[in-house]
């Protein structure tokens, strides 16, 4: 009987963590098409980022994910670091996103050597207008890909952690995002 219930709750911390740290529970109901709709967030390097200030200069990559210091955000950060120079290929700024408070992402950036922006949106408004708000208050891990006139190119809900950088950056090869020059920066 003890066993019994030992597995069972076993099974539901299990699943409980999978949708904490794996994949989205809830898709979106923005479309390939619309506008990507405009944020203002804060990253880890003390500046804000809108989503406007790329409009006719940049494509962009919006990686939500769940939790700072979870094992598949911190898989999904590694690659972005340590495989971001295929990213860099393209004309294109990308960030990681989530509803974690700045000093959590500060840290987790840290940790993981991160040398990109990674955005926190704490307020979790921007997570409600790109849908990614889920049922336990933190973001799915979606990754948006927009464009340079802010349209949504691409809606990834099925992203692979640790292979996060090459999937990114074969995507923005098939969307045909355009190649960078040589001092692009995030």
Sequence with gaps: ???????????????????????STLATELTVGMKAPNFNLQATNGDFYQLSDYQGKQAIVLAWYPMANT???????????EQGHLIREYNVSYFMVSVDPLDDNRDF?????????????????AAKTYDVLNFFRVASRVTFYISIEGKILHIDEDVSPKTAAPDIANKLGELNIEKAAMNNKH
């Excluded at 094992?71 to 670091?81: A, D, N, Q, V």
């Excluded at 940790?111 to 922006?117: I, L, S, V, W």
């Design 109 to 125: 950036a840290k940790k993981t050597g991160a040398d990109f922006p990674m955005l926190s949106d704490p307020t979790k408004q």
């Design 1 to 23: 009987m003890i066993k019994t219930l030992i597995l069972n709750l076993s099974r539901k911390l299990g699943l409980l963590l999978l949708l904490l740290t794996g994949t």
């Design 71 to 81: 094992r598949g955000c911190t898989f999904e950060c590694k690659s972005l670091t």
